[in-house]
């Protein structure tokens, strides 16, 4: 929120993915610059919009994420910087959701993509694969530097406390220590992805962290969320307007600290939802 704010003003463009996070929604009208919106990962209609927009590329802002919050797929990020490069702009990645996760140092998909050094900004929180709170911005332009004295969510807010401080360290150090630690996400992500299909449901379109069963009926998602807490085993439930479609979301967030038979479990919490289903259409 705090850079869509700051970095552009009136005068100037801010293309981002339709399918952006609510806070870089909220950043990017703070801004009071123009705001036009793309079709969700399609790097063909980035260019178009780019096209469209002449001269006014050169104060150009394009913002997407690594991996998207909701159904946990990776942007095109290396079609998305080609587009950038043939026709200006500056480009902003948010990796809240890929940082841990992704590239040989943990550090996104960025990283994994190879075009760290095309991406202008990178943004991202402390608050999920670092189990702290706070955030981040790097970049390779020295007038990063000069955010500091413009950006108004952070000058005026307070600190983050040492113990935050401490622990995000510590959290940035094993996640670049312990390659393993990554590799043993992707293998629980994979085996609840692939159970869960197995049963019949609607995943996500690829294997990810995020792990996210869609339902049509609202109250279907409701019902099937109480069900799977009273079987211990607790997901985030999405409605729109938080989903991206006027779908439902049982969303699972995986993690490397996860046993295989807790994996299990969910799983199994989730088979007690089909027969009950059936039950229901039944009476
Ligand atoms: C893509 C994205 N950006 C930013 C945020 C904000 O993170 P935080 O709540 O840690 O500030 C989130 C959190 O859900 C997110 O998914």
Request: proline share 4%.
């Amino acid at each position: 929120m705090g850079m869509g704010s700051t970095l552009a003003g009136p005068g100037d463009v801010i293309v981002l993915d339709a399918d952006s996070h609510a806070s870089i929604y909220d950043g990017v009208r703070l801004s009071g610059a123009d705001v036009v919106r793309f079709k969700h990962s399609n790097a063909a209609d980035l260019e178009k919009r780019l096209r469209r927009l002449g001269e006014r590329t050169a104060n150009t802002l394009i913002i997407v994420e690594g991996i998207y919050s909701m159904l946990g797929d990776q942007a095109p990020l290396a079609d998305i910087v080609d587009v950038k490069n043939k026709y200006g702009g500056l480009l902003l990645v948010d990796e809240a959701h890929s940082l841990g996760m992704l590239g040989e140092n943990g550090r996104g998909v960025a990283e994994a993509a190879g075009v760290e050094d095309e991406v202008d900004f990178t943004v991202g929180t402390f608050s999920k694969s670092l189990s702290a709170i706070g955030g981040y911005c790097v970049s390779n332009h020295a007038e990063l530097e000069a955010i500091r004295f413009a950006i108004r969510s952070y000058i005026f807010t307070a600190s983050p406390s040492p113990s935050v401080v401490a622990s995000t360290r510590v959290a940035l150090r094993l996640m670049q220590e312990r390659p393993e630690l990554r590799e043993r996400l992707w293998s629980n992500a994979q085996r609840l992805y692939d159970g869960l299909k197995e049963l019949g449901f609607q995943v996500s379109p690829e294997v990810s962290p995020v792990v996210a069963v869609t339902i049509e009926e609202r109250d279907q998602a409701i019902a099937w969320w109480n069900q799977l807490m009273h079987n211990g085993a607790y997901v985030n439930l999405v409605m729109p307007p938080a989903s991206p479609t006027t779908d439902s979301l049982l969303r699972c967030s995986v993690s490397a600290a996860h046993t295989t038979e807790q994996i299990d479990r969910i799983i199994a919490a989730f088979a007690t939802l089909v027969p009950s289903t059936a039950q229901e259409v039944g009476n």
